[in-house]
């Protein structure tokens, strides 16, 4: 039988002759349209996934950043066994190098929480390192002891500490001294051992002093900024560090007391604390910014942030904005 009077005759035989070129042509476009649908589909799930994980490296640059300010911002103006700033003094044989302002730079008690609003840290040798400093961010100085008693007290300092900046107390009064100036000894007039048994009469500790600020580059790329410090070291000298890059701004507004109850009764930018106000908390914000381009992102963000607007920046950087109000645990009017 030829084929052509199978088909004419057998419906069976009809069904094996297979797809018309419009059923094929059909089909073909079906499939094309789930395909790009599932294309598209994996596309948006990847930007997704991609601007879900940007976030969250925003979001943990951040907390650390912050986390390494809170520890530090907290204990401001902590001196050992005495909590009057105004009680701490400089030893007459202190020495420090000529930069950032020399002595002061340790010895200023009375400013433990210090800063500069939209200002950087222009004092001869004190350069911000990192390709210098960003435009607009603040400077944060804290000034406090070490959380980590010199433990027994003794009147010799051990080798290790001779060259440090170091701050002796008892409860009326401070010194801040460098022991390889005064014959590795504490200064006159505080107790030099520890009665057993009984609450120390005084207290030595290492001086800590950290000034924060944002570089313009970092060691992750040039043009991604930073947040660095200078910060008290062996010598006396002042190191600069990178403390996490993709940190682009810093702000922080002082919580200041006026009447004396320990409350903030008023909000000062930096370097404008009234006279006779003490620092009781500060305001932080912190603006962190990705380090990759995202072509499929657009910014158009405008943030309002430390009574100042800033504008959308219209590039494909992701950004993200913390806050924290934070109080100062040894904050005494």
Known sequence: MKVVDCIAISPACRRLRGLTLVELQVALVIGAVLVAGLVTLY????????ALDARARLQETARYAMAILEADVRLAGYWGLTNRADAVSADASLTFPDKCGGTPWVADAGRFLDGANDGYLALPRCTALGGGPRAGADVLIVRRASAQRISPQSATVAASRRDRVLIVTDHLAGEIFVPAAIGNVIPA?????DIPGQPPLADTRELIVNAYYVSSNSSVATGYPALRRKTLTTGPDIADEEVIAGVEDLQFQVGVDLDG???ADALANPG???????????RIWLRVRSQERDPAYTDRQTWSYAGRTVPATGDAYRRVLISR???LRNSHS
């Open 325 to 327: 109000t934070l109080q």
């Open 43 to 50: 596309l948006k799930a990847r930007d997704t996934g991609s």
């Open 272 to 282: 404008s604390v009234p006279p006779g106000g003490v620092p009781v908390s500060v």
């Open 189 to 193: 007039g505080f107790a030099t051992q």
């Open 261 to 263: 109850d320990s409350s």
